[in-house]
């Protein structure tokens, strides 16, 4: 499942670049559908908060 491997990557900080480079997608697919529903769920958090679109914009996986 997509989710769990972006959830294994996200351990430290990674930007959607780096995680799409890990995986093989491309980071805007990631930024614009799959990232945004994984927050939603509360399986990450993003580090900038005030700047949820930032270039820079970087997530982890919430700890549980």
Do not use: F
């Amino acid at each position: 499942d997509l989710c769990k491997i972006i959830i294994e990557i996200c351990e430290d900080w990674k930007t959607t670049q780096e995680i799409a480079k890990t995986i093989t997608y491309k980071h805007k697919y990631l930024g614009s559908k799959i990232i945004p529903r994984m927050i939603a769920d509360g399986l990450l958090e993003p580090y900038n908060k005030q700047s949820p679109k930032s270039p820079e914009q970087k997530y982890r996986a919430v700890s549980k």
